[in-house]
Structure formats: C-alpha cells, structure tokens
C-alpha cells in the first residue's frame, strides 16, 4: 500500500505545484522555500544534539510553545527545529523562538511525503528525536525515521470521529505508521481510544497544551486601552474563516434593525442619553484574507476601521461600524477588549478555532455548533459556565448583545472561563514526564529540571 501512496504522490505533482501556485496568489510566500517542500536542503554542520518539533500551522506552534521553552531550559546545548506546512506557521515559529532561542533556533518546511523526501530530510537534520503535534502522521515519514533511527513521538495527539472515520478508511497506511511511533500522548481518554482504534495505543493522557499558554500581561493592557479609547462595547468575533464573516455581518445588520443593503445605523443616531451602541469586531483567522474581507463588508454598506486606527489617540470611533483586527499575533488583545466572543469556525463545518485563549482572558464565549476541533474543551467550558453554545451566527449575535447589556452576567462566565482555563493547566510537566524516558535515551540527563514554560 505504501508503494501505491508513494506512486499517488509522484502522480500528483502538477497539483502540488499548481496548489503551492494557487496558494501564492493570496500569499506569496507560498512560492519561497520549495527545495524544502521535497527534502532537498543543506546538512546542517553543528555535530550536536537536535530536538525536532513539527507543528503544521499557527494553531499547533503556538499550542507548542510550553514545551518549546521547557525542553529549551532542560537541554541548553541542544538546537530546536522547528517544521511546518504553512508560511503563517513558519512565521509565528519565528515570531515566538527565534528571539527566545537564538543560534538555537532552527527551522523549515516538513516535506511533502513523497518517496525519499523525508529521508533526505532526517538525514540533512539528523534530529535525535522527534515530536509531532496533534494529529500529523506521515507513512513515508515514520518509516523513514524508522530506518534512521529518530524516534518519533506524537504530542498532544487528538483524534476526532471525523479524523477516525478517514484513518479507518486508510488502515492499510495508517495503522503501520501508528505503530512505528515511540509514544502517543493523548489529550483526552476520549482522543486515546480513537487512537487505539487505528492499532497504537496511547502511552498517556496529558491533557491539551493549549491550557498552559496563559494570556500575556502586556497584550491583556493593550486591548484594556483599545476598550477604553473605543467608549463602545464591542463583540468580537474571533478567528472568523472563509464564509463567516458575511454570516455575522448580515446578522448583526438584522439585530439592529437595519434593512438588507441600507447603511447601518450609526451610534449618534440614538436617543440623547442612550447607552453607546455596540461595535463588531470582526478578526480573520487568516491573514491573506485581511484585504478581502475588508472589502466585502465596504461593499456590504460599512463604515470599516482597521487594526492602525487604534494607535490613533485622535480617531472618531463614533462612526464606525465594523472593526477589522488585521493583526496577528495579539488575540489576547482582542479578547482583552471583547465584551463577549464568538469563536471562529464554529459557525461553519470548520471544527472551531481554539475558545481556549479566550477563556483564559477571562472574557465570555459563545461557540456555534461545529466544534470536532475542541469537543472536550468546549463541552467542559459550557458545563463549567464559561461558554454559551448558539445555533448560529443570529442566535450568536443576539446572545453576544445580551451579554454586552448585561454586565454581571458577562462578568461571570468571564470569571467562570479563568477558572476553568486555569484548572485545566499541567499539560506540560506531564508530558515531560511521560516523554522523561525517551529524552533520557535521545538526549541524555537534562541539565535541570524540565520546567514548564
């Protein structure tokens, strides 16, 4: 089967080529750095040990981020490479380590699993271990990490029924790479019996890194001075993806009582007196979709701010209808200046964005009905009061209005999802421990105690 998979690959070289080309249209570092898509680069000269985290976008090498700095602190003399399959991703991995890091810091594109790419790749890099996050598991890869001897560790592992129902459909590729694995840490009881259904049992639970990112102080201040210099509650909607963003517009159009294609009605048009009216937000979860969405919510009839207008001390907020948080990297922010969130690919089948982060700012959530990404962690979020499930993006626009008229209400579940993001911290330590074996063997004695970051 693998010859098939690796023949497959080879066939579909024109649509690798065309896809990498139809990507870069949007964004084009998509056309950078493509000897490293097929394994061809250089051997690294440094003879030293090399700990090799693969994370394939944003979402895993920001989940990494712990471990990063904890495996960084217990093995000083060892590099850190850091792969991905997406520009974003390769940026945020600089963004976050190379500063932290230094000479240390290492990174580029995992190859697609051709035949002898990730051979070609493993022997430039000579890892001595590897660990992948989530849910990235390559058949050509991990046999050819079995041959070079890296063993490979799967962190953070989730498996959705969605996932599951592929895998079962391509046992005869999946089940062989799952067993060359050294270690499977789940996140969830739930994730690891998936896991066993495709042949590999999983070695431990260690719960979901995402819960050790805590917020970052200066970021947390940012957004309190965006709210301030705003004087408007505002709703934001988080990571919005492809499609979203007309859904929440058209419906918050609708809940102000402004007719379809009519401009809407702007703050000063109220009542003397009246409360300040609300303002959306709206924080694409891609950054090549900045300039479009920016233009089809103008062409929807809005007043559009950008994310520059908040460094203006002297700009009028008063007539703006939508703001777009064309940023990356400052969702803290955002979630700092949030009466309330909408979580971002939950209102679409995209599985949801991560609620997390946004729990952990202590700002209330609303997550709509697609969220395979973070089942348990949704589930556990709306039990313990920390989120609100809504139906759709009408129901989340009218919720996320009420929570921002009620400010007691929206102060709970803010304390509620603190709470509830703060009791859910320790992924890291256990997963250093239960990778404490393999390190050992691959790495040696740590030069301390692992700490988490």
Request: aromatic share 6%.
């Amino acid at each position: 089967m693998r010859v098939l998979y690796s023949i497959g690959w080879l066939l579909a070289t024109p649509l690798v080529v065309g896809y990498l080309l139809w990507r870069s249209r949007r964004q084009p570092e998509y056309r950078t750095h493509w000897a490293e898509r097929f394994g061809l680069q250089p051997r690294r000269a440094d003879p030293g040990p090399l700990i090799w985290i693969h994370a394939v976008s944003v979402g895993e090498t920001r989940a990494a981020q712990p471990l990063v700095s904890a495996l960084a602190a217990a093995y000083p003399q060892a590099r850190i490479l850091i792969t991905a399959m997406t520009p974003t991703g390769r940026e945020t991995a600089r963004e976050l380590y190379a500063k932290p890091l230094g000479t240390r810091f290492a990174q580029a594109y995992l190859p697609y699993d051709y035949a002898g790419a990730p051979r070609r790749f493993l022997r430039a890099w000579r890892p001595s271990i590897g660990l992948v996050m989530e849910t990235e598991l390559w058949p050509n890869l991990m046999a050819a990490a079995e041959r070079e001897g890296v063993p490979v560790a799967l962190v953070n592992a989730r498996l959705s029924a969605r996932s599951l129902a592929r895998g079962e459909r391509t046992r005869a590729l999946v089940a062989p790479a799952a067993r060359r694995l050294a270690a499977v840490l789940a996140q969830s009881p739930a994730d690891a019996e998936r896991i066993a259904s495709l042949g590999r049992e999983a070695d431990a639970v260690t719960g979901n890194l995402k819960f050790d990112n805590a917020p970052k102080a200066a970021l947390l201040a940012l957004g309190a001075g965006w709210r301030a210099r705003i004087g408007r509650p505002v709703l934001v909607a988080a990571s919005t993806r492809d499609g979203e963003e007309p859904l929440l517009w058209d419906a918050w159009r609708r809940a102000l009582g402004t007719p379809a294609g009519a401009a809407p009605v702007r703050p000063e048009a109220g009542p003397a007196g009246a409360a300040p009216r609300p303002l959306l937000a709206i924080v694409p979860r891609h950054p090549q979709r900045f300039g479009e969405v920016a233009r089809d919510a103008a062409a929807a009839g809005f007043v559009v701010a950008r994310r520059a207008a908040l460094d203006d001390p002297a700009f009028d907020w008063s007539g703006v209808d939508l703001l777009l948080g064309d940023s990356m990297g400052e969702m803290d922010a955002w979630y700092a200046l949030a009466g309330c969130a909408v979580i971002g690919g939950s209102l679409k089948p995209f599985g949801s964005q991560n609620l997390i982060e946004a729990c952990a700012a202590g700002c209330p959530v609303l997550v709509g009905p697609s969220t395979f990404n973070f089942a348990e962690a949704a589930a556990q979020a709306i039990e313990e009061g920390a989120a609100r499930p809504v139906a759709d993006a009408d129901a989340a626009i009218a919720e996320g209005l009420r929570l921002l008229a009620d400010g007691e209400a929206a102060r709970a579940m803010g304390a509620a999802g603190a709470r509830f993001a703060a009791t859910h911290r320790g992924a890291t330590r256990r997963t250093l421990d239960a990778l404490g074996p393999l390190l050992r063997r691959t790495l040696g004695a740590p030069a301390a105690t692992p700490q988490e970051g």
